[in-house]
């Protein structure tokens, strides 16, 4: 079993930057990626980005790519995502989620076991 939890989330202006953050809890294997993902009233949960625990090789959707950075800390079991240059549509709950699957690129949600409860990004014009 893993347990996310995500904390950062707030109101900030456009153009503004927020660093989200996923301490995660239980079996966290070298094998292991973490996503974050987000969903906007209304629509789909999306993939944002994800990153593998051993190595660090990063996955970003084009829509934030260049503006969002995920990284990890394997000593506090923690992962981050670092958004800059935020922009009104950028406001969604986001989650945090990890996933034992096999792959790089592990963008739909079906493939994450694990999820957190969210937190709430609102980016005001």
């Known amino acids: 079993q893993v347990q996310l939890v995500e904390s950062g989330g707030g109101l900030v202006q456009a153009g503004d930057s927020l660093r989200l953050s996923c301490a995660a809890s239980?079996?966290?294997?070298?094998?292991?990626?973490m996503g974050w993902f987000r969903q906007a009233p209304g629509k789909e949960r999306e993939f944002v980005a994800n990153?593998?625990?051993?190595?660090?090789?990063?996955v970003y959707a084009d829509s934030v790519k260049g503006r969002f950075t995920i990284s990890r800390d394997n000593a506090k079991n923690t992962v981050y995502l670092q958004m800059s240059s935020l922009k009104y549509e950028d406001t969604a709950v986001y989650y945090c989620?990890?996933?034992?699957?096999?792959?790089?690129?592990?963008?739909?949600?079906?493939?994450?076991?694990?999820w957190g409860q969210g937190t709430q990004v609102t980016v005001s014009s």
């Open positions: 989620a990890a996933t034992t699957a096999y792959g790089l690129n592990l963008r739909r949600t079906y493939e994450y076991g694990y």
């Open positions: 239980g079996r966290i294997f070298s094998g292991t990626t």
């Open positions: 990153i593998r625990w051993s190595g660090g090789t990063t």
